[in-house]
């Protein structure tokens, strides 16, 4: 860096999800003041002004997790549009990243025939998975859902606007979600872990949680932020010069009692 630079931070787990904080630490080198507050989405927020120089931000938690997987959402019907709530129809709309009205011809082409239920969202949620491939450093911050639909790679923030895409399109409420997901019961991967990006989606009279990029109901996640894409969400901005140096992120199973 080369001059003092105002972010914001997000890392801090929500607290209305399935998980319960028990106990975190936050730390900077060198010692910074931070003001704390919630966004229009009710994510928390860290912000500090980063001083010229290296900085170093850390930070811990332990987290209560139901041992048991997501919700399944199968059974749960799709609400046509006059009975959604009024407050979630700009979750069916556009976002910058998810530009549902460029891909609705082909989002009823591949789904219009399904049940609108949460069948339908899985229907999306297998395309997704079984046609994009898994790759790292094959998308950037301006990587679209149309981008990611075309290249057929990308990343799991990539998986998720892409199905989050195609829900919208369909009239299906979606917004993007991020946080930890360790791997319980799961054989861990040989590389190392990152954030993880999931959607929730609107179904009967709540929420649900869908995974395209693991495709599958998992254990253990712990919710950071929710918004309309990645956009909303972003683990790190800054309003100035910084340069990010390197992320270390892991979430894995506490061995001893909290």
């Known amino acids: 860096m ?7 931070v997000q890392v801090r787990p929500r607290s209305d999800a399935r998980h319960q904080l028990v106990t975190e630490t936050w730390s900077t080198q060198p010692s910074l003041p931070v003001d704390e507050y919630a966004d229009f989405y009710g994510n928390p927020i860290k ?6 120089g290296r900085l170093k931000l850390r930070y811990d938690a332990v987290v209560s997790v139901p041992d048991e997987p997501d919700p399944d959402a199968s059974a749960a019907p799709q609400l046509p ?16 990243y998810c530009l549902s009205d460029q891909l609705m011809g082909m989002a009823w082409d591949l789904f219009g025939g399904s049940e609108p239920s949460g069948m339908r969202v ?22 679209t859902a149309v981008d990611v639909l075309e290249q057929r790679k990308g990343v799991c923030r990539d998986f998720a606007h892409l199905a989050i895409t195609f829900c919208r399109a369909l ?22 872990m990152d954030f993880a990006a999931w959607m929730e989606v609107y179904l009967g009279d709540r929420w649900w949680t869908f995974d395209p990029r693991n495709n599958k109901r998992r254990v253990g996640r712990v919710l950071i932020g ?22 270390v992120v892991w979430a894995d199973v506490n061995k001893e009692p909290s």
Request: proline share 12%; hydrophobic share 40%; aromatic share 10%.
């Open 2 to 8: 080369s001059a003092p630079t105002v972010a914001t």
């Open 47 to 52: 912000r500090l002004v980063m001083p010229d």
């Open 81 to 96: 549009v006059d009975d959604l709530p009024g407050e979630l129809l700009h979750f069916t709309l556009p976002s910058r």
């Open 122 to 143: 899985r229907a999306i949620c297998d395309w997704v998975h079984e046609n994009i491939k898994f790759q790292y450093g094959t998308s950037s911050p301006m990587t």
């Open 171 to 192: 009239n299906i409420p979606a917004r993007y979600v991020f946080g930890y997901l360790p791997d319980i019961y799961v054989t861990p991967p040989d590389s190392p």
């Open 226 to 247: 929710r918004g309309r894409d990645a956009l909303d969400v972003a683990m790190m901005t800054t309003f100035g010069p910084a340069a990010f140096k390197s992320m």
